[in-house]
């Protein structure tokens, strides 16, 4: 199981932390971008996550909770990102988004939110590199993992054995020592105030046992 660190809870300041995340043993830094129109609030400017992202040397994982996607996929992919991921919910023309994120030559990810069903997203799942179902609400970090992700996971872990699919299974919310273990179908888990709560590095090993 890989770890995409999210760094949305840190408090300032930023750069520090973020170095220090970095240098831990997680495997992607996670970006969640929120625009205050899909989602209520609102994070960094794309400046000002240029100057975050001069702080690591992870690959990047790039979750966009924003309604204007095409803006943001053209800001974001300067970063050269192993992933970017736009929400289902906030696009009209899904097959569009997903070739214009690989005409960018980055992966595309597609999330769907908890009230989503698996079902929405069926058309898509032979031409996405990741699928992330969100275990939370999205809009902030700190939130309770809601139980019934897991069936949305085990779902996609089957649906791709039977048809032979690529994607990768991503879930994003609530993760700690605990939930992390009813995810096991799951490739990658993003851990954000988990984390960043406690001492990073003691956190993350417990996250690995
Ligand atoms: C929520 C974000 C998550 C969040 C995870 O909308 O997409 O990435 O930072 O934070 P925790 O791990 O605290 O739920
Ligand atoms: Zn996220």
């Given at each position: 199981m890989k770890i995409a660190?999210?760094?949305?809870d840190i408090k300032e300041p930023k750069f520090?932390?973020?170095?220090?995340?970095?240098?831990?043993?997680?495997?992607?830094?996670?970006?969640?971008?929120?625009?205050?129109?899909f989602v209520e609030n609102k994070t960094y400017?794309?400046?000002?996550?240029?100057?975050?992202?001069?702080?690591?040397?992870?690959?990047?994982?790039?979750?966009?909770?924003?309604?204007?996607?095409?803006?943001?996929?053209?800001?974001?992919?300067?970063?050269?990102?192993e992933f970017i991921t736009f929400h289902l919910e906030a696009v009209d023309e899904v097959n569009g988004v997903i070739r214009y994120i690989h005409e960018k030559g980055i992966k595309?990810?597609?999330?769907?939110?908890?009230?989503?069903?698996?079902?929405?997203?069926?058309?898509?799942?032979?031409?996405?590199?990741?699928v992330l179902v969100m275990s939370v609400e999205p809009g902030?970090?700190?939130?309770?993992?809601?139980?019934?992700?897991?069936?949305?996971?085990?779902?996609?872990?089957?649906?791709r054995s039977q048809q032979n699919y690529q994607f990768l299974i991503e879930v994003d919310g609530g993760i700690n020592d605990e939930t992390i273990k009813k995810c096991d179908k799951a490739d990658i888990c993003v851990v954000g105030s988990y984390i960043t709560k406690q001492d990073y590095s003691e956190a993350i090993k417990k996250l690995r046992d």
């Open positions: 660190a999210s760094f949305l520090r932390e973020v170095t220090k995340l970095s240098n831990l043993d997680v495997d992607y830094l996670h970006l969640d971008v929120m625009d205050g129109i400017s794309y400046d000002e996550f240029r100057e975050i992202v001069k702080y690591t040397t992870k690959p990047k994982d790039i979750h966009l909770m924003v309604s204007n996607v095409k803006k943001y996929i053209d800001e974001f992919s300067k970063f050269n990102p595309a990810g597609i999330s769907i939110k908890p009230s989503t069903d698996i079902i929405e997203i069926i058309n898509y799942l032979d031409c996405v590199d990741l902030r970090g700190g939130q309770s993992f809601i139980p019934d992700s897991v069936k949305k996971i085990e779902q996609l872990y089957n649906i």
